[in-house]
């Protein structure tokens, strides 16, 4: 499980709105994740497995359904990705302002 | 905590006039001294300058506004850890980042704003291109990406 694969995993339209509607609300029944979606079935599930495979979701059978999850170690793995990319602007806008104030 | 980033949103107020701001963003020669070690190209709307950071690598922008004394933009695919090595093919043919300044001036100077956006589309591709997959997971990943952006 790595921040590429993890993206990789967000790079599609569909999948990310499967995200973004467990970001919302999680857990979720594989149904409502996919709901709406012009996919089949079986390519919805394809579409989820991706999202597993990624770590990014955990699908979990209770009675006669099957839930999806957010894995928030992943979430937190891009939310840390991107502070860091944050404080590389910080570093440029600091570098900016040093370069015009300095004279 | 629990949405996909997708935005990084950073401002900084200077004390200078908005017109000469907005130059030391907009002219590739001062650009490539206080944002990298130099810019091959222009940055008229439409070019694809190249830009050396240095051991980050060297990264294509794709200019997409100028608009002085307000307003530049260009798309890249950057600093990430899918492009270790930096990324000069054509940044519109891949899925990438927009990143905008918007100049205001405010008391006692400039506000520079820069928001940078589309974190959350990437990308099919650079995966793939990513060097052999790491097998030491999120640290070792992130290691290496707070490496690189640290320095």
Do not use: C
């Amino acid at each position: 499980m790595s921040a590429p694969t993890l993206f990789k995993a967000l790079g599609d339209p569909l999948r990310y709105t499967m995200v973004e509607r467990l970001s919302a609300e999680s857990p979720m029944t594989v149904g409502r994740v996919t709901e709406g979606l012009d996919l089949t079935r079986q390519g919805a599930r394809r579409q989820l497995q991706v999202l597993v495979d990624a770590g990014l979701v955990i699908l979990e059978p209770k009675g006669r359904e099957v839930y999806a999850r957010l894995e928030p170690e992943a979430l937190s793995a891009m939310h840390r990705m991107v502070e860091e990319l944050t404080r590389r602007w910080d570093q440029r806008l600091d570098a900016l302002k040093r370069h015009l104030e300095a004279k | 905590m629990n949405t996909v980033p997708d935005r990084i949103e950073r401002s900084v107020v200077i004390a200078a006039p908005i017109e000469r701001i907005f130059k030391a963003i907009s002219d590739p020669a001062e650009f490539g001294t206080w944002f990298s070690d130099g810019v091959e190209g222009d940055f008229e709307v439409g070019s694809q300058p190249v830009i050396d950071e240095g051991k980050y690598g060297r990264f294509r922008l794709a200019i997409i506004a100028n608009e002085p004394p307000t307003y530049f933009a260009y798309r890249w695919v950057s600093g990430t850890a899918f492009v270790p090595a930096g990324f000069t093919d054509n940044p519109l043919e891949h899925p990438n980042t927009l990143v905008e300044f918007r100049l205001t001036a405010v008391e006692g100077g400039t506000e520079v704003r820069v928001v940078e956006t589309g974190f959350a589309s990437l990308p099919e591709s650079y995966a793939a291109q990513n060097h052999e997959d790491n097998t030491g997971g999120w640290e070792y990943q992130l290691a290496a990406l707070a490496k690189y952006v640290i320095g």
